[in-house]
């Protein structure tokens, strides 16, 4: 991320903390960054850049905080956008059209799947066998060897060709040109992101995001059983929500107590609770059993203390009594589910 | 009986006839003898090992010092027909590792760092193997690296004892005299040497005196922008040889790309790709680019910073003109220049102190310290301080001497053939204008023919839709 692309990831109103981003960018799936995380609404770059060394996103806040356009609190921590900030946002710059989907998709090995078969039907089209396949791991190896074997025959180019055509014709003109400048096939070596980033004048951030729309709008239609990369992409649809914790909320369900589960799954109390947190953010609107956990004479003790303004909420601050009575499990359950926009009235924050 | 070498050859590759050194190397391992063959830069000493573990059963293991293109080696074998190998590197991840060895009977050529090697777990289960090879892959690391990089290419030689002697096959570009004794030496081995000289006619050698960094930037950007292509500018720090690439693409309108080990394995895969396949006109690389690069047609080497030693400089020229057509390699001087190889050489290395401060009390150390993991690994093995105190003086001494040579060959006047041959114990061919121009003779790339036409420059053509280049690729 150069400081441009971080200019989007912050906000006006809202002081955005950034160690969330590191780790979100990252993938350090701690309760912390995945619930500031949805605060930011930045839940989809959830493992959008691994290999971010630690602390690399400082250099960009210094130079935006020299241009004047964010601020920085003395902790180094906090930012905010200023209102030279805000106007330096431009409307040209890229704003993702699937990010909605991201995080029920093994985003990556969908990417490294595409590029492969693609690779690999292109030299096949032109009845080349002997050509360097891109380096990749042993399991997209294998499954694109058997895919491959399986659709082999005079139709599949073009039946592929078709396919991503129709997929990148509902994108962006301009994601479709860096989807096919990334691709490798016969005599096309494919341009590097830092390439494709420099013909279009873009920053290698905004290059990625095209990418990842363009990977995962072609997922998206290969949920159709008669696509041609159907067996290849529709395995690497999942729920964001880690085994674990699935299946501790799947135990909560059944009716056990906290305790119980926790005994029962042999992990730490505080495990589950961790485990429960986890999927009440990442649970699709409606799935998560609020009302099992956070009854409405819960709901109503907190709302008869805390204002709107969910961000400045406090564990620490709350009436001793209410601490006494709750633990800070319940504390942030409440706020996710006023964070979600859910009310007892019926009437929603936003 | 066994075929021939040559129909071997014939069957395997498609060739009729050997390259210089190959025939050689392999007549020799086929009689049973440990061979150090010293060949220059795309002679084909991969051949020799791959008809080799053609002609015989067992396991060829291959020993090879960079990760990132060990998995570029295997592609390559699998290309070449031989799809039974794989590497095993610090990078592979643990599935993959698992499965490998699961299977390990099963292949033909394995791939492994030293430090893989090293593993005792790793070491019991080739030891399980039947090897038909042992191959040390740019031995001349063994001297380069061993003492204070990668101290694990000491152990060779115990590890070589540990798998019975087998028939071992060093191979290197260049090696001197000492080089190639030391080779042996750590190799406990006695080979039959097979060398080809080093000499690449071909290549025209220059040196430049620049005055300082904006003059050696503003004269590196007059030569990119007047030689043939392709060609090739080495830099010993990945920021600037990134940096420059895109400086001169903005500056001369040439296609540049940087080449170095921080690149992932896809970036990696796309830039070789593009380069064999004449998309770029300029690689800005580090010592990482080069090894398996197979083009022939790189017409020129320029070095932005002054190498260690020949070993490294002979290496890196080498990727010029390997078809045999004119070629140059320049190497651009600044006062001071030999500051940076100098500070690298150190920043490894521990003084007496350290050694003495840290074998007496080594838990009071950082494990996390490069240099204290160093003498970690000498102390587990046993290694006393005095030895390791006159090894790191010895290295010292040995690469402060190398640089001295690097510097002669800078500050040469008369014959830079002469210079650089000698260091290989060669004799120069009588000098001419023809061979090249030491720092007091200006270059003259009109006579050399190495000048390229300025085309007058035509729009670039316009480019397709995605939709026709979509199409295009099935």
Known sequence: MEATDLLYVLDRQQPRRLRVIENLLRGRRTVSTLYWGQRYQLLPLLDADKHLDRGALMGPTKALVAEGLVTLDPEEDQLLLTSAGQQKLSVTYYRPQTSEDWLNLDLEAARQRLLLAVQVT??????????????????????????????KGPQLAAALATAMIHSWQQLPVQTAEVMTDLLTGYQHPGLTVDQVASDQQQTAWEIQLRQRDGVTQIARDAQQADHPLHAL????????????AQATLYAVEQGGSLDQVAMQRHVKANTVKEH?????????????PFDQL????????????LNADIDSWQFAQLPEALRTRYDFFYFR?????????????????? | MMESLTSSLQRVFGFSTFRTGQVEALTALEQGQDTLAILPTGAGKTLIYQLYGYRHAGCVLVISPLLSLMNDQVARMRVNGFRRSAAITSLTSYVERQEILRHLGDYQFLFLSPEMLAQPQMLAQIQQLQLSLLVIDEAHCIVQWGPDFRPE??????????????LTLM?????GKTTRHEIAKQLRTTPQVISESVNRPNIFLDVENVADEPEKQARLKSLVGQLQQPGVVYFSSKQQATDTALWLHQETGVRAAAYHAGLDSEDRFKIQQQFMAGQLDVICATSAFGMGIDKNNVRYVIHYHLPADLESYAQEIGRAGRDGNPSVAILLYAPGDEQLPLALGQSNRPDETTIQRYYAHPQQFSAEDPVIQLLAFYRQHGISEAAVTQMFTGRERERNRALAQMMAYARETHCLRERWLAAFDEQSPEHTVACCSPVNVPLDLTALNLKREQRATTAEPQREDWITRLQQLF
């Open chain 1, 122 to 151: 292109s030299q096949y089209a032109h009845s080349t066998s002997r050509y360097y396949p891109l380096a990749t791991d042993l399991a997209t190896r294998r499954v694109i060897r058997s895919w491959f074997h399986r659709l």
């Open chain 1, 276 to 288: 429960l947190l986890e999927a009440a953010i990442l649970s699709p609107t409606g799935a998560f």
């Open chain 1, 333 to 350: 359950l409440y706020a996710i589910w006023r964070g979600r926009g859910m009310t007892d009235d019926g009437v929603t924050d936003k």
């Open chain 2, 153 to 166: 290419y000491l152990l060779l030689g115990a590890i070589r004892t540990k798998l019975h002697q087998p």
């Open chain 1, 233 to 244: 992409l529709h395995p690497l649809w999942r729920s964001p929500i880690t085994r674990s």
């Open chain 1, 294 to 305: 956070l009854p409405a004479h819960v709901r109503a003790d907190f709302a008869a203390v």
């Open chain 2, 171 to 175: 191979l290197t570009a260049t090696a």
